[in-house]
């Protein structure tokens, strides 16, 4: 049989080629802008882990469910353990925007590591996530957009206690008397994985994340840097955008029971319905 005048073989063989072009095309153009977005991520996100193993795996994936994906990682092993190493890893080695910071124990919570991360950073937008908490999938979105006037912001600090009731912090940073409190007093209204702010003001600080005082929380330590900045503007998103599951309401808690418990949330937090819950 003559191959090019079968006109059915022929028309097959053309659409395959047309196919195989088409499919090229799209992997080279997704290539572009993959490699383009790396090399210009909106968001750098630092996310610090030192003895929760496995339970790293749930937070990082709750990165990867993120509606803007437009982001670098930074994992911050401060002398973690096997398990949190062997996480860390396989997700940097897995997709090209994770970067591992393995390193030994550090002065109290390796704040020192999290700044030599920054310095090498390429993001516009900085935020955190602990290694047992979790993001709904709009967290960065709605970062974005409150850094977009402003230099620092933190949504609504939201977590679950030991008896599985919801709890939340309603105070503002936008509030005067609330940041004269946090710089006086011990008073924290927001941990880490609410946070976010500009990369440039984060530069603008005399000294950013170093070990502080023993006495003070070291994210309150590191908050007042912002607070005393001059020339810096401040917001609150009135909204819940993560999930903290705290570890000091989890000590008689094994790693395993932990692993289950942030598996089930995580799994709660796919769903609108229940995000829509808590706002």
């Known amino acids: 049989m003559n191959f090019w005048k079968n006109k059915n073989v022929h028309f097959d063989y053309l659409k395959l080629t047309a196919k195989v072009y088409l499919l090229k095309r ?31 795996k749930y937070a990082l994936d709750s990165i990867l469910l993120q509606t803007n994906q437009n982001f670098e990682v ?13 996480t860390a890893w396989r997700y940097a080695f897995s997709d090209p925007r994770f970067n591992v910071v393995d390193r030994p124990k550090g002065d109290r919570h390796g704040e020192a590591y999290r700044h030599e991360a920054l310095l090498s950073a390429k993001g516009k937008f900085v935020c955190y996530l602990g290694d047992d908490d979790l993001w709904f999938p709009d967290h960065l979105h709605q970062i ?17 206690n030991d008896q ?25 209204i927001f941990g880490p994985t609410v946070v976010g702010h500009r990369m440039e003001t984060y ?17 309150l330590n590191m908050w007042r840097k912002f607070i005393r900045l001059e020339e810096i503007n401040f917001a609150t998103i009135p909204a ?40």
């Open 26 to 56: 799209a992997t080279w153009l997704r290539r572009i802008y993959t490699k383009n977005m790396y090399m210009n991520p909106s968001f750098t996100i630092l996310i610090p882990t030192f003895n929760h193993g496995y339970l790293l």
């Open 74 to 86: 930074f994992i911050i092993c401060d002398g973690a353990v096997i398990e949190g190493r062997k």
């Open 144 to 160: 974005e957009q409150a850094l977009a006037t402003c230099d620092f912001v933190h949504s609504r600090h939201t977590g679950v």
């Open 164 to 188: 599985n009731q919801v709890f939340s912090h309603y105070d503002s940073i936008e509030n005067v008397e609330i940041r004269q409190r946090m710089l006086n007093q011990k008073f924290n």
């Open 203 to 219: 530069r603008r600080l005399q000294e950013g994340w170093a070990p502080g005082p023993s006495d003070i929380w070291s994210d």
């Open 240 to 279: 819940v955008t993560a999930l903290f599951l705290p570890s000091p309401f989890r000590l008689k808690m094994t790693l395993k029971e932990r692993e289950e418990e942030m598996a089930m949330w995580a799994e709660k937090i796919r769903s609108s319905t229940f995000r829509n819950s808590l706002q």
